[in-house]
């Protein structure tokens, strides 16, 4: 079966840099999810969207935007990137029309900034 | 505002032997709860899951979880443990947002040694 893919799989920055993070949801699902994993502790959400439109915002820095396009996939830019923005980076899908709202996870964007 | 607490940051148990990971959470409504499973470096995978009936719940690689309202736990167990389950677990509380989708709050996660 399809599975959530995340692009790239490790990314490696300098600080002040910006960084584009790219998810493709399994095909059908309409709403898309990004987490934000730093070292050692559990997911962040930070924003997520469903057709295409935003949907909620979490603990997100005004640095970072997203978007989700008409294909679906979702794009989280990253500007000015600071140490402290190093994780792992999730995206999720689910169908929201669905019976259950499970989340679907990709295996994640590593993002180290230097 | 939702919120999940798991209170064993760490569990080693050995192998063949049983385990309860412990979760407990916090939502005004009905919770739709989840347990997820992280291998190092590795993405999250769904162990199973509680939307509503039936409060003891079966999932993937023989785990099973009870949703307790009263006590508001969802405990993941298993009841022999392999050397392969050794992971870190995350048990999860979904909020429906009005705009589409639910919004995942995670519990800080209980990592799993298993001895041989």
């Known amino acids: 079966a399809a599975g959530v893919i995340q692009s790239p799989r490790h990314l490696i920055k300098e600080k002040r840099e910006t960084a584009t993070l790219k998810c493709y949801p399994i095909p059908r699902h309409d709403t898309v999810y990004w987490y934000q994993q730093g070292p050692g502790q559990d997911p962040q959400f930070l924003i997520s969207?469903?057709?295409?439109?935003?949907?909620d915002k979490g603990s997100i820095p005004d640095r970072f935007s997203a978007q989700q396009f008409s294909d679906y996939h979702s794009e989280l830019n990253m500007s000015s990137l600071e140490l402290g923005d190093s994780a792992l980076y999730f995206c999720a899908s689910s169908l929201t029309g669905g019976l259950s709202y499970e989340q679907y996870f990709g295996p994640g964007t590593r993002l180290t900034v230097t | 505002a939702q919120s999940v607490t798991q209170p064993d940051i760490h569990i080693t148990v050995s192998e063949g032997a049983s385990l309860e990971l412990r979760c407990n959470y916090s939502?005004?409504?009905?919770?739709?709860l989840f347990w997820y499973v992280q291998s190092p470096g590795q993405g999250l995978q769904l162990l199973l899951k509680y939307f509503s009936g039936d409060t003891l719940v079966q999932g993937i690689k023989g785990f099973e979880a009870e949703f307790k309202r009263s006590q508001s736990s969802f405990n993941l167990r298993k009841p022999s443990v392999h050397w392969s389950d050794a992971a870190e677990y995350f048990c999860a509380v979904g909020a429906l947002l009005t705009g589409g989708g639910n919004k995942l709050t995670f519990g800080t996660g209980t990592q799993l040694k298993v001895e041989l």
């Open positions: 969207f469903y057709e295409k439109m935003q949907s």
């Open positions: 939502y005004g409504a009905t919770p739709y």
